[in-house]
């Protein structure tokens, strides 16, 4: 069962100008050591940013507090399985959320889809409830 949806849109041109006037101080608060580090090495370093600032917006929607009520910027890291597939490891006030959304018996799935298309980047999450097995 869908627990939440949420999507968000980025101008990529926004997060550009945001890594040039404060550097670390906005990628500190707003995203992990893992986060940082992959987007560092990347060659379209703001797209990469974007599409990450995009699902951690899209993230607190689906999860229906926003970023507010204990939820915060580094609660929600994108990671990639595997298989290269993107997803969203929640930790503090957003896991807590996560937790409570889960009904009884069945465990949570959260689903990510990035994109990016020159100057706007785009995130999709969908929070799904599958039983446990």
């Known amino acids: 069962m869908i627990l939440g949806i949420g999507s968000d849109l980025c101008d990529i041109r926004r997060i550009e100008r945001s890594l040039e006037r404060f550097g670390e101080r906005f990628t500190g608060r707003i995203y992990t050591s893992g986060e940082r580090a992959k987007c560092d090495g990347r060659a379209t370093r703001a797209a990469s940013y974007a599409r990450r600032f995009a699902a951690k917006e899209a993230c607190s929607k689906a999860l229906g507090t926003g970023l507010r009520a204990g939820v915060f910027w580094r609660d929600m890291e994108v990671v990639n399985l595997p298989g290269g597939k993107p997803t969203l490891r ?42 446990r097995t």
């Open 90 to 131: 929640l930790t503090g006030g957003a896991l807590e959320r996560l937790r409570r959304m889960v009904p009884e018996g069945h465990e949570a799935v959260v689903h990510v889809s990035l994109t990016d298309d020159p100057p706007l980047a785009q995130a999709f999450v969908v929070i799904e409830a599958v039983p």
